[in-house]
């Protein structure tokens, strides 16, 4: 009775290794995340695990990947390849403050502006968790969110020269992810 129960465990144990891991977004190959912040965030929130992403997909829309329990906020840099404009959007995807949307509304935007002679600095900013908490919310709610938005702008205007935009010429792009909820 006991040999049985044994490999009985030992197949249980086996398959739980094999359970798919999802591993943190990483950008395409030839760019880089770079952390946003020296050391840690201010006003840091602890948040529970690893960084998971997560690829979703709505009936009659495309797969969408989202990051969630992000807690080391960070930006890539998506340069044209040819005929520099100067000018920069640093690109804030959708997810409600709970996940981030990093390529329906993020590396999308930045493969259809950088052709343009666009800069796209696209920022993974600090979130959660699909309907976990703390959730940072908009401003005043909570200041993680505006902290990241603001760093990420200084970082742009600081970086301009070595990333080949022109200081003046920075706009921001955003989505909101959060449910569609109508005001008449």
Request: aromatic share 10%; glycine share 10%; net charge positive.
């Amino acid at each position: 009775m006991i040999k049985p129960l044994i490999l009985a465990f030992c197949v249980v144990s086996g398959f739980a290794v094999l359970r798919p891991q999802t591993p943190a977004w990483q950008p395409s190959p030839g760019y880089a995340q770079v952390p946003i912040w020296p050391g840690k965030a201010p006003d840091a929130v602890p948040i529970a695990g690893p960084e998971v992403t997560t690829t979703v997909q709505d009936p009659g829309d495309p797969p969408a990947t989202n990051v969630g329990k992000v807690s080391q906020p960070t930006v890539t840099v998506y340069s044209p390849k040819r005929n520099n404009t100067g000018a920069a959007v640093v690109v804030f995807p959708g997810g409600g403050y709970w996940v981030v949307y990093m390529d329906l509304e993020g590396t999308e935007v930045c493969d259809w502006l950088t052709p343009k002679g666009i800069t796209c600095v696209l920022l993974k900013y600090r979130a959660p968790g699909e309907h976990l908490s703390p959730r940072s919310g908009a401003y005043p709610k909570s200041p993680i969110a505006l902290e990241d938005a603001q760093r990420t702008v200084g970082l742009v205007r600081f970086h301009a020269a070595e990333w080949g935009i022109n200081p003046h010429k920075i706009g921001v792009l955003g989505f909101r992810q959060e449910g569609i909820s109508w005001q008449q």
